[in-house]
T-cell receptor, first 113, second 115 residues
């Protein structure tokens, strides 16, 4: 049973296109996150949601819009893709609280041409 | 703001060698500290954590102690195996404010273990 799943695993697209990445967790957690990992492996948080409410919104361009239809899902929609958006995007989930372990999905590798 | 600094990599060791990966942090308040590991082509998974000063986290032969006085959380293993080859990330979780629960990562250390 996959705990945190993401689709698609790979995404290759042209500049200017719009794309979505989906994330689902079956751990019963109430908090979900999106992280971006660049080509040098550096990881940075983008968003977090708790009980479908946006908690953290780092300095991410408006072209990125998260959406949480329920506690088990957090999707990421990206408009007008740019070359610099090429990265691996990880979804994670946890119980609410800074001491809680975050469980990561397998990642979505996005390549913008 | 919060930050985490890890020793520069990559680190290359022979099997059964001793491993230390240094990690220091800057944070307001009392963060929780984590080590995550990323195997090739996979997501991150928790290796160990410590939530208060002097706590020692341990798992799979790896250990790290939360040192508030030196703001450090160094990762150690007495005898590495080829299967330990991966990228290791030190991270802290903000205890309050607008960044509540946010993980701030170090830059990652690539470890390669040769037979």
């Amino acid at each position: 049973d996959t705990a945190v799943s993401q689709t698609p695993k790979y995404l290759v697209t042209q500049m200017g296109n719009d794309k979505s990445i989906k994330c689902e967790q079956n751990l019963g957690h109430d908090t979900m996150y999106w992280y971006k990992q660049d080509s040098k492996k550096f990881l940075k948080i983008m968003f977090s949601y708790n009980n479908k409410e946006l908690i953290i919104n780092e300095t991410v361009p408006n072209r990125f819009s998260p959406k949480s239809p329920d506690k088990a899902h957090l999707n990421l929609h990206i408009n007008s893709l740019e070359l610099g958006d090429s990265a691996v995007y990880f979804c994670a989930s946890s119980q609410w609280g800074p001491q809680e372990t975050q469980y990561f999905g397998p990642g979505t590798r996005l390549l913008v041409l | 703001g919060d930050s985490v600094t890890q020793m520069e990599g990559p680190v290359t060791l022979s099997e059964e060698a001793f491993l230390t990966i240094n990690c220091t942090y800057t944070a307001t308040g009392y963060p929780s500290l984590f080590w995550y590991v990323q195997y090739p082509g996979e997501g991150l998974q928790l290796l160990l954590k410590a939530t208060k000063a002097d706590d020692k986290g341990s798992n799979k032969g790896f250990e790290a102690t939360y040192r508030k006085e030196t703001t450090s959380f160094h990762l150690e293993k007495g005898s590495v195996q080829v299967s330990d080859s991966a990228v290791y990330f030190c991270a802290l979780s903000s205890p309050g404010g607008t960044s509540y629960g946010k993980l701030t990562f170090g830059q990652g250390t690539i470890l390669t273990v040769h037979p």
